[in-house]
């Protein structure tokens, strides 16, 4: 046996996760009825918000960013809301405000569209830095402070934010802090020939396919997803696998922005839920590895010509396998 395999054998987990893994699958295959060609960026997505995670995704504007948001929302039943982030928007078109009430006299919070269960944030860096930032502590709290008042957000809360290559005009380069709220950073890409015929074929039609969508799961169910992935078993070493992945990335001397801690806890968490997904109990180190580079890269900025996924899949060659 395996160090990392989980020893307690437990039954009634076994059948929930039995019971994750099935709807899993239906999730995916219900979004992919609309999103064609992607199925493993749909799969990464729907792992990193099972994992109470957020996903930026960077692309090209009319890759099916906004499309994969709605086709999520829509098969899992949650409120869905977008943000349309642009120069002039302003902190409080996000989180909300006080406004007057003539007719109370007195002032009222009127909740604005961060108050939703996924929420799409379309051209994040479309926006300035102030603007940006009003995303922080809800992102990473769950609730809004809007002058010393708190207001908790209800479960689910997952972001979904769509950012357009630097060199677009009217964007603004968004801060390590920010980039570091997000779980995974991934790209729709370009679909391949045959899928994109499909494509038109479903999109050419009177009403677009994510109208027709229904629902696979409920909230609750979404949400006991998320419950369930604390209860996969990350063994010492497999955790000690992640730390010396992590060490070895911070002590190359072209990693001139290392990851941070949260990274480490992000990508053993995503982790948690991929092993979900296999219907396993226990993490492996699979897990780690299949998703090490979309959790990691996007934090971390690399000397030299490499890029920062091909940096992290080096290290992951490097670093010994429990």
Request: charged share 20%; with cysteine.
């Amino acid at each position: 046996m395996k160090p990392f395999k989980n020893p307690s054998h437990n039954p009634e987990l076994a059948t929930r996760i039995r019971a994750f893994r099935d709807q899993f699958e239906a999730v995916s295959a219900n979004i992919g009825h609309v999103i064609k060609g992607k199925d493993d960026v749909i799969r990464k997505v729907l792992t990193a918000l099972t994992a109470r995670g957020h996903v930026l995704l960077l692309d090209v504007p009319g890759t099916g960013k906004t499309m994969l948001a709605r086709a999520l929302a829509a098969s899992v039943r949650c409120t869905f809301k977008r943000i349309q982030f642009t120069p002039d928007l302003l902190p409080m078109d996000i989180t909300g405000s006080n406004v007057f009430n003539l007719r109370s006299k007195a002032f009222e919070f009127q909740q604005g569209p961060i108050f939703t269960h996924i929420l799409l944030a379309d051209e994040l860096n479309r926006a300035t830095p102030k603007t940006q930032s009003a995303l922080l502590e809800v992102m990473a709290e769950g609730q809004v402070t809007v002058e010393g008042q708190t207001y908790p957000l209800e479960a689910p809360f997952q972001v979904l934010a769509t950012m357009n290559p630097l060199d677009h005009d009217g964007t603004y380069v968004l801060p390590s802090a920010q980039l570091d709220r997000f779980t995974m950073q991934l790209s729709m890409g370009f679909p391949p020939a045959e899928a994109e015929m499909v494509m038109l074929d479903a999109h050419l039609g009177v009403r677009s396919p994510v109208e027709d969508l229904s629902a696979v799961i409920d909230r609750a169910t979404f949400v006991q997803w998320q419950a369930t992935v604390p209860l996969v078993f990350a063994s010492d070493p497999i955790k000690r696998y992640v730390i010396d992945l992590i060490n070895a990335i911070r002590a190359d001397a072209r990693a001139l922005a290392p990851p941070s801690p949260r990274a480490t806890l992000m990508l053993v968490r995503t982790a948690q839920a991929h092993a979900l997904t296999q219907a396993r109990d226990y993490l492996s180190p699979d897990d780690v590895q299949a998703l090490a580079a979309d959790v990691l890269a996007h934090r971390m900025i690399i000397s030299g010509d490499g890029t920062a996924r091909s940096f992290v899949d080096e290290m992951l060659r490097m670093v010994g396998v429990p």
